[in-house]
Each structure stands twice: as structure tokens, then as C-alpha cells.
């Protein structure tokens, strides 16, 4: 029932009439390639393990040297930077809502700025990987996280990739949401400065990479997709793994 409701919330918001970009940011929808990178995460919790997207999206935006440019822009309910990587413009978005409608703001700002749904790189944190580890997940279903299952319920579809930022599960009797909640420990924020660094040279290749032709624009496009890669991965051989890993 409360995903049931969630998932009202989320069409009912997104729903909601944007305006569309004017002078600088309107360049965008007339050049070059675009493309849109969210960090994941809840406003004013920047600090906790749920938010470590928001943090990758914020080293990225220093390495870029933007990180002065962050301006609030109430049409799509978040933060935003519009910048360019490799002749590519590269929308960074950080939502200002509750992580599970941040698809509302993710949605708008894909409407607002003409970006397609495989376009869209999500940047958030992942339970089933340790701290240190990272991987890119090219679509498919939300795995349970309540900020990319509000993206597939906005955008209708699941085709968009994910970078999957390890941040372990709880140890003994702490809940995972006591877990996801809480701030990063002293030892754990010596990790987290190298994490943030791989995270952005990830990033910045994703962004470099050509558009594929055949990218899935539906999501039985998106699961048949992710199963065939799957499938390759499951005949590749253990050097191909290595060279292929992503974490």
C-alpha cells in the first residue's frame, strides 16, 4: 500500500508543467549531445551513506571546476550545473526532494532539458556492495532502492544506467535504515576519499563514451537488453571478467 501510494505521489507531481530553459541553459537543447547526472540522496542529509550520490556529484563538479555553480531551480525541484564534458553537455542534478519521489525532479529536468531516458546516469548508494566498491549497472529493475524505483516509475522506463556506490550492510543487531541514514564513521571517511575519486573517473568515462545507436528505449527493451548482457558475461572467460570489471 505505501508503494502503491508512493507511486501516486510520484506521476501526480511529475505531472506538474515545467518551464523550459531560456538563454544559456537553452543552448543545450539546440548542440551536441546531452546527457543528465543525478546523485541520489534526501536535501539536507548530504553527509549520510543514503546521500553518498549527492557526494559523488559534488567531486565531480570540483573536478570539472563548477563546483561554484550549483543554483537552485524550482521548475525541477533540485540543484543544478550545466557544463560540458568531451563536447558533451552534461546536466549535474541534485534533487530536492525525499529520496523516494527524487524521479519527479529527475523526470522535470529531463523534460526541461529534452535528455532521453538513456541518457540519464544515476549515481547512488548500494547495500549489497561493500564500502570501497563500485559498479555500473546499465538498467533493469530498481533492486529494491526507493530513489531508482522513483526514476523507473517517473520516466516509465528502466533503461537508465546506474553507477552502484558501495556502501555495505549493517553490522549486527543496526537496521538497515539506522544504517543508510547515519553518517559515514572516522575510518569509513578515510575509504570514502578514494571511493568519491574512483566514482568521478567512472563517471567522466561514461560521459566520454559514444552514444550507442541501439540503446533500449522501453523497459522490455531495457530487460531484454540486461539479460543478454548477462548472458555474455556468464560465457566470457576469467580474463575478459577482469578486464570488463567494473568494481
Known amino acids: 500500500m505505501r508503494r502503491l501510494l508512493t507511486r501516486v505521489i510520484n506521476r501526480v507531481l511529475v505531472s506538474s508543467p515545467f518551464t523550459p530553459a531560456m538563454g544559456i541553459e537553452a543552448e ?5 549531445r546531452r546527457k543528465l547526472v543525478v546523485g541520489l540522496g534526501n536535501p539536507g542529509m548530504e553527509g549520510t551513506r543514503h546521500s553518498i550520490g549527492m557526494a559523488v556529484l559534488g567531486a565531480l563538479a570540483a573536478r570539472l571546476g563548477v563546483a561554484d555553480r550549483w543554483r537552485g531551480d524550482k521548475h525541477v525541484s533540485g540543484e543544478v550545473i550545466v557544463s560540458e564534458v568531451q563536447h558533451t553537455h552534461v546536466v549535474l542534478l541534485r534533487p530536492r526532494l525525499l529520496m523516494n519521489i527524487n524521479g519527479v525532479s529527475v523526470a522535470k529536468a529531463a523534460g526541461k532539458y529534452s535528455i532521453k531516458p538513456e541518457d540519464i546516469l544515476l549515481v547512488h548508494d548500494e547495500l549489497d556492495k561493500p564500502l570501497g566498491k563500485i559498479a555500473v549497472k546499465h538498467g533493469g529493475s530498481a533492486r529494491g532502492h526507493n530513489g531508482v524505483r522513483s526514476c ?5 522506463t528502466d533503461v537508465m544506467p546506474r553507477l552502484r556506490v558501495g556502501i555495505g550492510r549493517p553490522a549486527g543487531k543496526t537496521s538497515v535504515e539506522r544504517h543508510v541514514l547515519g553518517r559515514f564513521s572516522s575510518e569509513e571517511q578515510k575509504v570514502l576519499d578514494s571511493v568519491l575519486v574512483q566514482s568521478v573517473d567512472v563517471l ?4 566520454s563514451q559514444q552514444q550507442d545507436p541501439q540503446s533500449p528505449s522501453s523497459p522490455a527493451e531495457g530487460r531484454r537488453a540486461a539479460q543478454k548482457r548477462e548472458e555474455r558475461e556468464r560465457s566470457a572467460s576469467p580474463a575478459e571478467d577482469a578486464a570488463a570489471a567494473q568494481s
Request: hydrophobic content about 35%.
Open 28 to 32: 543545450i537543447h539546440t548542440h551536441g
Open 204 to 207: 567522466l568515462s561514461q560521459l
Open 152 to 156: 523507473v516509475d517517473c520516466l516509465q
